[in-house]
């Protein structure tokens, strides 16, 4: 009597893609809800005959679009890590990440230099707590997108090789985020 063959193989676990996609929603939602109240409170100011912006504050305009241009080198390095990691080329992937990390690193930077040049202070009305609410949501998200860099790259160089799922995960939030601050980007920066 045969041997009936094996079953085929299990099919992949996706909680962190689909977790890192929910998470991505809920990024985009809070952010949209944030900019809305933006929206509203700069109507009603401009209703009003006042100016949203406080008077002597001055939007610096480069390194905000150098962010906006920061976040597409990102992303393509996030997908190269993906790319990378589907041909078991180890050395790419973990400089992929590497790079990712770098360039989350330099949006810190230029967001806090924003910040500086900016001298908005939290008590300037409501301008001054919606830029920091808002900024500094987005700023915590770059963090955590920061840490989540390392964590990848981490367990890549740990030996899960075949983990690729946190690699699209990684990449997942990284397409969220240069949609949200390309929204941050327009009505905050731009619209002033």
Same mark, same amino acid.
């Given at each position: ?37 933006w ?12 100016? /949203? ?37 180890r ?10 990390a ?23 009305g ?47 939030? /990284? ?18």
């Amino acid at each position: 009597m045969e041997a009936l063959a094996a079953g085929p193989a299990p099919a992949p676990r996706n909680q962190i893609v689909v977790g890192a996609t929910l998470a991505s929603v809920a990024i985009a939602m809070l952010t949209g809800g944030m900019l809305a109240i933006w929206a509203v409170k700069r109507s009603a100011a401009i209703e009003a005959g006042q100016s /949203w912006l406080p008077s002597g504050i001055s939007v610096p305009e480069v390194p905000s679009n150098v962010v906006l241009i920061a976040f597409p080198a990102l992303c393509s390095f996030a997908q190269w890590a993906v790319w990378a990691s589907k041909r078991n080329d180890r050395s790419n992937t973990v400089f992929a990440l590497g790079v990712s990390a770098f360039v989350a690193l330099l949006i810190l930077n230029a967001q806090a230099f924003i910040w500086n040049q900016m001298g908005v202070a939290v008590a300037d009305g409501q301008y001054g707590s919606m830029f920091y609410a808002i900024t500094g949501m987005f700023f915590a998200l770059v963090v955590a997108g920061l840490l989540f860099s390392f964590v990848a790259m981490f367990r890549y160089l740990a030996g899960r090789t075949r983990e690729r799922q946190i690699l699209i995960a990684h990449a997942i939030f /990284w397409y969220a985020m240069t949609a949200v601050y390309a929204a941050i980007w327009f009505l905050v920066y731009v619209t002033k």
